[in-house]
Every structure is written in structure tokens, then in C-alpha cells.
């Protein structure tokens, strides 16, 4: 991954309270919560079996969004 992608990464989780304690990056990104860029800017469409139980989770009109600034960048960002 390129230094300024894990440049703005580490930013990230430094102005964050992960109640996941950052599984993500501590699998180096293999272990991420299942979302899709739906081309919203704040949000990422939540595909998670159970949304309610991630605090990073919202429900509106009846569809689930993730909020999570991480998991957005990465999205957006990171390519695999």
C-alpha cells in the first residue's frame, strides 16, 4: 500500500474510537465489514447480516449505511 494511503489510514484511526478495535488494519484489510460504495460521500451501503449491532451502522428509509470514516476511505481509496 502506498505511503500516503497508510499516511491518511493511520490520521484516520487516530481521531477515531473504534468499538471494533480496528480489526480491519490489524488484518491488514483482509478483514473487513461487508459494504459497498454506492457513490455517497459519507456512507457506504451496509451489507452486513445483522446492521443494527455495528455502531458505525444507520438506518434510513428503511436501508442500512455505514458511516465508518475508515472503512469509507478504504472503499473509496484502496484498491485490491
Known amino acids: 500500500m502506498a505511503d500516503d494511503l497508510m499516511d491518511r489510514i493511520q490520521n484516520l484511526m487516530g481521531d477515531?474510537?473504534?468499538p471494533k478495535h480496528f480489526v480491519c488494519a490489524e488484518?491488514?484489510?483482509?478483514?473487513?465489514?461487508r459494504a459497498a460504495?454506492?457513490?455517497?460521500?459519507y456512507h457506504l451501503a451496509c451489507l452486513e447480516d445483522d446492521p443494527a449491532s455495528c455502531?458505525?451502522?444507520v438506518s434510513i428509509s428503511g436501508s442500512d449505511f455505514c458511516e465508518c470514516p475508515l472503512r469509507i476511505y478504504i472503499a473509496?481509496?484502496?484498491?485490491t
Request: with cysteine; net charge negative; glycine share 10%.
Open 16 to 18: 477515531m474510537d473504534c
Open 27 to 33: 488484518s491488514g484489510f483482509e478483514n473487513l465489514c
Open 37 to 41: 460504495d454506492i457513490g455517497l460521500t
Open 55 to 57: 455502531t458505525f451502522s
Open 76 to 79: 473509496k481509496n484502496v484498491t
